[in-house]
């Protein structure tokens, strides 16, 4: 039986490269690479050689802040820079596919860790994953939830052995209920949409990523009341069916109340996963971001009535942040696939899909119809 001392260590140890001296280039500046990305790269000691944004006041501020000697004024400058073996984009998703077809053209990069979502849908997404193949490039994009401490933990009690069932059987019934106000960013407002893309995409994801591909989905949206530009997707909630018989239930409410306006509020976002088993539920810590709240994980199974609590002290925002960056170099030094690479990712962008067509539709949608097309 998995012990609670080995779930922290997978849950909290990251493989890294044995070399850490590939020189990373950086493209964006704002939070998520500022904030997120580069202190948890330092603090691993990865090679943080370049950077550059829009903004070239701003890149050298972010350059100094985290002791980057290279700031560029263009991101077509940085690329030009022959020593750059790897780059770390994190660029609004409308404008991805246009810098990795930059990227591309450098014989110089072996690696790209792009930003999810992997474009603006399902049709962008496959335009980059088959650049970056044609080209020779590994392509492996940050779906970073999958590094939060606690979903690794989950995944952990979902392995089998040979001979050996899982620590809580067979999966029966998953389900992520968020009640979170995120950050949206300036540029969401041309793209239309909100919620689904940017914040549902990390829970479908972590769906994927415990439990496999769903068979169908459906998908209902409602109007954020907060938010005051024109969108498709504000609250959404998701069921995912398997052929196995697992149900799995999302719910995404970025509007909670209205505590932003003058309630008492109720944040935070709980998992559950119920298995023949055994049973496993938690917290994700990021909704009290910028405080350093530990996701948690707490579980029980056939055999002991007790509930069993590991503890740790990483959280996701940014400590989690290593993890996409270090599947790739990992990948770049062993010559294998990042297990975030880009072709799988493809599966993760179609279930997003799946999302609009299922609730525009008002249907539940088989994956297949958007892999296929």
């Not at 995409?201 to 439990?211: A, G, V």
Request: hydrophobic share 40%; with cysteine; proline share 6%.
């Amino acid at each position: 039986m998995l012990s609670p001392q080995r779930l922290i260590e997978a849950a909290c140890n990251v493989p890294l490269p044995q070399d850490a001296t590939i020189k990373i280039g950086c493209i964006g500046t704002g939070f998520i690479m500022a904030d997120c990305h580069l202190p948890a790269y330092r603090a691993a000691n990865l090679n943080l050689y370049a950077i550059a944004g829009r903004n070239l006041e701003r890149t050298q501020q972010v350059a100094a802040r985290h002791e980057i000697p290279n700031a560029y004024k263009s991101y077509e400058s940085l690329l030009d820079d022959p020593n750059i073996e790897v780059v770390d984009i994190a660029v609004p998703p409308d404008v991805q596919l246009s810098v990795i077809k930059e990227v591309v053209q450098r014989p110089h990069v072996k690696g790209i860790l792009a930003q999810k979502p992997l474009g603006v849908n399902l049709a962008e997404a496959r335009q980059i994953v088959e650049c970056c193949e044609q080209s020779g490039i590994t392509l492996a994009v940050n779906q970073n939830m999958r590094f939060d401490q606690s979903v690794r933990a989950a995944k952990q009690l979902l392995v089998e052995k040979p001979n050996e069932q899982s620590v809580i059987g067979k999966p029966v019934l998953g389900t992520i209920d968020m009640r979170a106000i995120p950050h949206w960013m300036p540029w969401q407002q041309r793209q239309g949409w909100l919620t689904c893309r940017i914040m549902s995409i990390h829970h479908l994801d972590t769906m994927r990523y415990w439990f496999g591909d769903p068979t169908r989905v459906y998908a209902s949206f409602a109007k954020d009341p907060r938010t005051t530009f024109d969108h498709l997707d504000g609250i959404g909630l998701y069921i995912l069916e398997y052929e196995s018989g697992l149900r799995c239930q999302i719910c995404d409410d970025v509007w909670t109340g209205p505590c932003r306006e003058g309630s008492g509020g109720d944040l935070g976002i709980r998992w559950r996963i119920e298995g023949t088993q055994g049973l496993a539920k938690g917290t994700i810590g990021w909704p009290s971001y910028p405080d350093r709240t530990p996701s948690t994980i707490t579980y029980t199974h056939v055999g002991s009535e007790n509930w069993i609590q590991p503890h740790w002290n990483q959280v996701w925002f940014p400590d989690a942040f290593i993890g996409p960056m270090a599947d790739l170099l990992v990948a770049l030094e062993t010559g294998g696939t990042p297990s975030l690479n880009g072709r799988d990712n493809l599966k993760t962008m179609a279930l997003v899909d799946a999302c609009y067509l299922s609730a525009q539709q008002q249907r539940s949608v088989a994956i297949s119809e958007l892999l296929s097309g």
